[in-house]
C-alpha cells in the first residue's frame, strides 16, 4: 500500500500487469526511454525491455494499426496517444477497425487492446493539447471508453481493462493526474467496467461527471451543502457501455439532475445521459435536467482557457437552479 | 533470384515467361518451380477466373451484392499466395479471392460475403487470412502489426500484405512501410498494380515512375514484376518471403498487372477506359502464355482444359448454391457480436427489434 | 424548371455556381472523368476543364488537406469524399484544421469550403459504404452540417452552403439519391442555413428527422392519421448549427416528440435534441421523447441491413407510444 | 547550383562553409548570396538565437506557456526563409521562430502566441505566413493546397513548407508529398532534420538512410545539405524555389541540424540525450562559423557582436512588454470567431459566461 497519484497508479497497473501477462505491448511516441511525456511509462522500458515497450516512429494512424494487427497475432497491446488531441488520426482505424474486428468476424478474431491516452483541459498547453471528444468515442459501437477521477479507480479500472477481451480506451484526465495523492494498494485488484459509483449519497439532486470533473462536483456539493442541498454525486466512470441504471436510479430518487462535462455541449455524453433519463425516469423528474459543460467553442489558448472549464461554482449555480426551479 | 538486380530505379523489371508462352529467363526460376506446380497454379487460376466470372453472373441475376472481380489478376493473385508457408498470414484487400482460396478460405465463405453476409468472414480457425478490408490500404498496417506479432513470438513466419496501386497514395500505406522498415518486420508488401483505381489511371496517383521505388523511401527492397507471368510472380515473391524469413525485413513488390474488367459490379469502365485500350491488353492475359506454355509441355490439351472448367463450374454452382442455404437470416446476428458480453441497451436493442419482427408478423428466426 | 432527382439537382446546382463564381474547385476521388460514383460530377470535367474538377490521388486526409490550402489561398474548395465511411482518415484535417482556422487566426483567415459526401445506408452496399455518423461531426464547434432530404431543397442548401462563408458539410442522403423527381427551378434560389422546416403541420406530436428518414417520417405519419393523430413534421435540414427554436415551438404546441435518425443511437443527434427540448420546453412535455434511431451495432451487411433502418412502421409505433403514453 | 549534382542515394550533401568557417565550395555559392547579405543573414541569426533566450527566460519566470525554441537551428531557419520573394508564402510548423521573423511576424506576435493568446496567430494582412501548426506534419498538405492555389492564379509565386524529421514518418506527409508530384505544385518541402522527435532520435524514424531520399518516391528530387551551414541551406533553397518558379514541380530538402536545446520547457532531455553527444555538437554551431568567417572578412568585431546582443535583449524584452500589454483577455473572444455568424446557442452561452462572471464579481471586460 502506497500512497500514490494518478500517475504512479497508472504506472503500477501497467507494472504488475505486464509481469503477469507477458502478452502486454506498450507502443508509442516517447514511451521508451523517455518514460511519456507525463512520465506514466516511467522505468517500464528498463523493466521489460525495448521489445514490450516500444518508442515508435511519429505517426498515430501506425500505432493504431500496427497495434491491431500485435492484437491479432496474440499480443494485447496497450497503444499510447500522446494527447486526445492527436487522437483524429488514429480514429480511422479505431473506428473502421478496431472497433468491428469481432463483429466483422462474427467473432473469429477478437482485439484486446488498451488505448490510453492523456485527455481534457486545465493544464496551459498549447492549442490540440486540452481536448476531451469522448462523446465520438461513446457513439462507436465496439468500443468500451473508461475514464478514472481517482488514483485508486486508475488502477483498479485499468487492470480490468487490461483483462477485457475487447478493446477499451482509456481516457486518463491529465489536469488530475497528480493533483491527488491516495492509498493505492499493491497487487491485483479490479474494479468493474461498466459500473458508475455514487460517491456520495444525498437526497435532493444528482450529479453525474467523470474524469477531473468530479472533484469539482465534489467542491460544488460542498458549496451549497450549507443550503440544506443534499448531492448525490454519481462517478460515471465508464463512459461507455453506460450504466444508465445508476444513474436511473438516483434521479428516480431524488428528481433532479446536473449532469457536468468539459467536452463542448453540443452532442456531447450529457446529451446521452438527459436523453436515457427521458426514457427511463420521465415521470419523477422535478425539473429540467440541467448541463453544466465546456462552451461549444474550441478550447481557448491558455490566456482564457480557465473560463472555458466548468468549476464548482458554475456546478454549484445549475445545482441551485434545478433546485429551486 | 537477387532482388537487388532489379533496382526499380533502374527501370529494371522481373519477367520469366513472357506473353506469348516463351521462358524468356530460365535461370531466374527457382528448382522448386517445377512444370508440375505451375501445372498446379494454372490450375488454381483457371478455377479463380471461373468463380470469379460465376461470381458475376450471381450478380446479375440478383444473388449476390456487389462484387469486385478479380479477372486479369490471376496469376498476381496466384503466383504470390503460392509461396506462403503453413504458419505465414495473408492479409488481402478486396481483389484476392484466388490468393484466398489458395490459403483455404472455402469460395463458399467469399461468396456469402460478398452475398452481404458477415458470416462470410468466419473463416475456420487453421485459415490464416485476415478478412477482406473494404478501406483502401488500412490493411497495411493490420498486416505489419500481425507480421511483428510472428517476430516477436519468433515463430519465423511471415506476412503477404496485398493492396492496389491506389493504396500507395494513402497515408496509411506510409506508416506501413515505414514501420516495416523500422522494425525489420517479416513481411511482404504485394502491390498489385492493376494500373486503374476505380476510373482513375495509375499516373494519376503518384508522378513517381514506378511504384516499386517508393521502397527507397523506407530502407528496404522494391521490385517491379510482370504481374501477368505466374513464374516471375512467383519467383520474385519467393524471394521476398525468403528474406522475411530470414529476418532481413520486407520487400516491396509491385506486380504490373491489369484490371480486365469492372472495378465493380457497380462500375461502368467505359466512361473512362478507351475500348482500344483494353482490347489491347487482351494478349497480356495470364492465363492465355500459361495455355501456351503448358501445351508445349504436354501437361495440358485442349480437352482436358474443357473439362477443367466443367468441373470448375460445377463448383462454383455448388458453392453459390450452398452459400445461399447456409446464410443466417436471424436478427441476433446484428447484436451479438459486438463485445463479448453485451451491453444492457444492446440487449434492450435487440429485444426490441424482436418485438418489432413480431408486431408485423415476420418471424424473428428470419 | 426540370423534373430532377436529387443528383441532378446537385449536380445542377454545382454547374450553376461554377458558372457563376471561379473560385469552385470541386476535388476527390473519380469526381473528373467518371463524373463521381454516383455521377453527381457528371459532365462537370467536360464543362470546366480538369483544373476545376480535379480526379486526386486515393488519399482522404490528402484531398481534406490540399482544400484547406486552396481555401487559404483565395479558392473555394468542394472536395468530395467518395462515403462518408471513409471520412475517417479525413477526420484529421477536418477536427484540428478546417474548423479551427478562423478561430485560430482570430478572423484573419476563414474556410470557405464545402465538403460533399454521400451517407446513410439503404443501398446494399458493401461494409463501410452505410455510414451515418453526422453526430461526430455536429459535435465539432465551427463546422456546420446540412442534409436535404427533396432535390429541391438540396440545390436550395447547396447553393447557400457554397456562398456560405464557413465550413459546411454537405451530406448526401444516398439512399434518396435517385428516389423521388420533383420540380427544380434552373438559377439560383437559395435556402438559408441553420433553419428547420415545418413540412407538415399537426397537432398531436412532433417529429423531427433528416435525410432518407423524413420520408418514413411522413410515411408513419400517414399510417397514423387514420387513427386521428396529426404529426407535424420537421425536417431539420442543418444539423449544425441546430435550428431548436422551431422544433421547441412545435414541442410548447404538441406536448410530445418523436426523434428519428438511422444513426447509431447512443450520443447520436437526437439525444442533443432531446436534451434542448428538456431545457427549453421542459413543462410542455406530456410524454417522454421517443426516438427511434438506428441500433447500436455496425450497420449489417445487407442480407441483414433492412432490419437496421428504422422505418415508417417503428416510427408510428412509436408515435402512438408518445400519444398513449 | 545543380540540385541534381547531390543525389542523396549517393550519400552526398551540399555544404559550403564549414564549421571552422571555411568555404569549401565558393563554386557553389549563388552570385547573389554576397558578404553583405551573409552579414544580413547572420544578423538575423543573432536576433533569432536572443529572441529564442529571452522567450526562455520569460518562460521561467512565468511569464509565458511553454515553448518549443529553435535553438542550433538558426541557419536552417534563416537560411532557407531568406530566399523568398514577396508573394511566396511561409507555412510553418513550430520551431520556426526565426523563419517567420525574418518574413514579417512581429517578435511580439509570436511571443502572444506562446504566451497563450490567438491574437498572436492575427498576423497583419501583408504577412504571408501561415500560423504556427501544433499536429506534426499536418500543414504540410496546407502548404501543397496554398502553393496549388498560386499555381492555378499563375502568380508565379511559390510557398515554402516546414516540418522536422519526425514529421516525415506521418501519412499526411506522404500524402503531401505525392499530391505536389502528381499535381506538379511550385513549393519546396523543407525538412529541419534536428535528430530527435521529442526523445526519439532520427534513427529511430526511419530505416531509410537519409530523408532526403523519400523524393524518390514521390518522383521528384531530393537533396541533402548541411543545415548548420548558413551558405548551404540558403543556396540549395533558391536552388529548389527556382525550380518550383519554373513551373518544375517541388523539391524535398533535408537540413541535417540538432536541436541544441529542449524539445519544448516541458522536457528534460537529459533523460535521453547523453550529454556527450551535445557537447560533440557545439562545434558545429551555425552561428559560430559564421562569426569566425564574419571577422576574418572584416564584417563583424568583438564590438560589433557585443552591440548586436544588446541591441536584440532590448529588442526582445520590448516585445516581450508589449505582448503582455496586448494581450486580449475580454471572455468574449472564446465565442467571436467560429463563424462569420454566431450561432444563436453559442450567444447564449456567451451571455451565460457573462452572467457567470458578474456574479463572481468578476468584470467581463477582463
Ligand atoms: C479509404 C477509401 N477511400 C475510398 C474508397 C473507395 N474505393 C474503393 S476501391 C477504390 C480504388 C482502389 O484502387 P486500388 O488501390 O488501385 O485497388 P483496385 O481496386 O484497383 O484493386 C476506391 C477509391 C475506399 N474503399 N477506401
Ligand atoms: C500528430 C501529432 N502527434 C504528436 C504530437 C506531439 N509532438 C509534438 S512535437 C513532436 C515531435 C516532433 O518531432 P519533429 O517532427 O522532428 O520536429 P521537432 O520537434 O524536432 O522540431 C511530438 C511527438 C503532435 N504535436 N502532433
Ligand atoms: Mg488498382
Ligand atoms: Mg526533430
Known amino acids: 500500500m502506497a500512497n500514490l497519484n494518478m500517475v504512479e497508479a497508472i504506472n503500477l497497473a501497467l507494472r504488475e500487469e505486464m509481469a503477469r501477462d507477458e502478452t502486454i505491448i506498450i507502443l508509442g511516441e516517447d514511451v521508451g526511454q523517455l518514460g511519456g511525456v507525463f512520465r506514466v511509462t516511467d522505468g517500464l522500458q528498463a523493466e521489460f525491455g525495448p521489445e514490450r ?36 488520426p488514429a480514429l480511422d482505424q479505431l473506428i473502421c477497425h478496431v472497433s468491428r474486428y469481432r463483429n466483422r468476424t462474427r467473432g473469429r478474431h477478437t482485439m484486446p487492446m488498451v488505448v490510453r491516452l492523456p485527455y481534457g483541459a486545465g493544464i496551459h498547453a498549447p492549442e490540440h493539447h486540452s481536448e476531451s471528444t469522448e462523446a465520438i468515442l461513446a457513439h462507436i459501437p465496439g468500443l468500451k471508453v473508461v475514464i478514472p477521477s481517482t488514483p485508486y479507480d486508475a488502477k483498479g ?109 453540443t452532442c456531447g455524453l450529457a446529451a446521452e445521459i438527459i436523453a436515457r433519463i427521458n426514457e427511463k425516469a420521465f ?20 490566456k482564457l482557457e480557465d473560463h472555458y472549464l466548468p468549476d464548482a461554482f458554475r456546478i454549484s449555480r445549475a445545482i441551485q437552479k434545478v433546485v429551486y426551479y | 533470384m537477387n532482388l537487388a538486380d532489379f533496382d526499380p530505379l533502374s527501370g529494371k523489371r522481373c519477367e520469366i515467361l513472357d506473353h ?33 466470372q460465376q461470381a458475376l453472373t450471381l450478380q446479375r441475376a440478383g444473388r449476390m451484392g456487389t462484387y469486385a472481380p478479380t479477372l486479369g489478376q490471376e496469376a498476381a493473385n496466384i503466383g504470390s499466395a503460392a509461396v506462403l508457408q503453413p504458419g505465414d498470414w495473408l492479409v488481402p484487400s478486396f481483389r484476392e479471392t484466388g490468393a484466398m482460396l489458395l490459403r483455404g478460405v472455402p469460395i463458399k465463405l467469399i461468396y456469402m460475403y460478398w452475398m452481404g453476409s458477415e458470416w462470410g468472414s468466419h473463416y475456420p480457425s ?30 519465423h513466419t511471415m506476412t503477404l500484405i496485398y493492396f492496389g496501386d491506389g493504396a500507395t ?78 529476418g532481413e525485413g520486407p520487400t516491396l513488390i509491385e506486380a504490373q498487372t491489369y484490371r480486365l474488367g469492372p472495378h465493380t459490379t457497380a462500375d461502368d469502365p467505359s466512361r473512362y477506359r478507351p475500348l482500344e485500350e483494353l482490347k489491347a491488353q487482351e494478349p497480356y492475359d495470364p492465363l492465355r502464355r500459361l495455355r501456351i506454355y503448358l501445351t508445349q509441355q504436354g501437361l495440358i490439351t485442349e480437352d482436358s482444359e474443357q473439362d477443367r472448367v466443367v468441373k470448375y463450374e460445377g463448383m462454383a454452382k455448388d458453392a453459390a448454391r450452398e452459400a445461399e442455404a447456409a446464410i443466417s437470416l436471424n436478427p441476433d446476428d446484428i447484436f451479438d457480436y459486438h463485445y463479448a458480453q453485451m451491453p444492457p441497451y444492446v440487449a434492450f436493442q435487440k429485444e426490441y427489434l424482436h418485438r418489432i419482427l413480431a408486431a408485423r408478423g415476420e418471424s424473428a428466426g428470419g
Open chain 1, 53 to 88: 515497450v516500444v518508442d515508435t516512429p511519429l505517426a498515430e494512424a501506425g500505432i493504431m494499426g500496427a497495434a491491431l494487427g500485435l492484437a491479432l497475432g496474440g499480443f494485447k497491446p496497450v497503444p499510447e496517444i500522446q494527447f486526445m488531441g492527436f487522437l483524429p
Open chain 1, 157 to 265: 479500472l485499468l487492470i480490468s481493462a487490461l483483462r477485457d477481451p475487447d478493446p477499451v480506451i482509456f481516457l486518463e484526465p491529465k489536469r488530475i493526474y497528480r493533483a491527488v495523492r491516495e492509498e493505492v494498494p499493491s497487487g491485483e485488484y479490479v474494479i468493474a467496467l461498466g459500473q458508475a459509483k455514487v460517491i456520495r449519497t444525498g437526497e435532493t439532486v444528482t450529479a453525474v461527471a467523470w474524469g477531473s470533473m468530479v472533484r469539482e462536483v465534489i467542491r460544488a456539493a460542498d458549496l451549497v451543502a450549507s443550503q440544506g442541498i443534499s448531492v448525490e454525486v454519481i462517478d460515471l466512470r465508464t463512459i461507455s457501455p453506460m450504466d444508465d441504471e445508476t444513474i436511473v436510479a438516483s434521479i428516480r430518487k431524488t428528481g433532479r439532475g446536473v449532469i457536468v462535462h468539459e467536452a463542448c455541449r
Open chain 1, 283 to 302: 415521470l419523477s423528474l422535478a425539473a429540467p435536467l440541467e448541463r453544466v459543460t465546456g462552451f461549444d467553442t474550441i478550447v481557448p489558448l491558455l
Open chain 2, 20 to 52: 506469348q508462352g516463351v521462358i524468356v529467363a530460365q535461370e531466374l526460376r527457382p528448382p522448386g518451380l517445377t512444370d508440375e506446380l505451375v501445372l498446379e497454379l494454372y490450375d488454381r487460376m483457371v478455377m479463380l477466373r471461373v468463380a470469379d
Open chain 2, 126 to 155: 487453421e485459415v490464416k487470412v485476415l478478412p477482406i478490408c473494404a478501406p483502401v490500404s488500412t490493411q497495411t498496417l493490420h498486416g505489419v502489426g500481425l507480421a511483428w506479432a510472428g517476430k516477436l513470438k519468433q515463430d
Open chain 2, 169 to 246: 497514395s494513402k497515408g496509411d500505406f506510409h506508416e506501413a512501410m515505414n514501420f516495416a522498415g523500422v522494425f525489420t518486420i517479416p513481411c511482404v508488401f504485394f502491390c498489385q498494380n492493376n494500373q486503374y483505381s476505380i476510373s482513375v489511371p495509375r499516373r494519376v496517383q503518384t508522378a513517381a515512375a514506378s511504384l516499386a521505388q517508393k521502397a527507397v523511401a523506407y530502407g528496404f527492397p522494391g521490385i517491379m514484376v510482370d504481374g501477368n507471368d505466374l513464374l516471375a510472380v512467383y519467383t520474385v515473391t519467393a524471394a521476398a518471403a525468403a528474406r522475411a524469413r530470414a
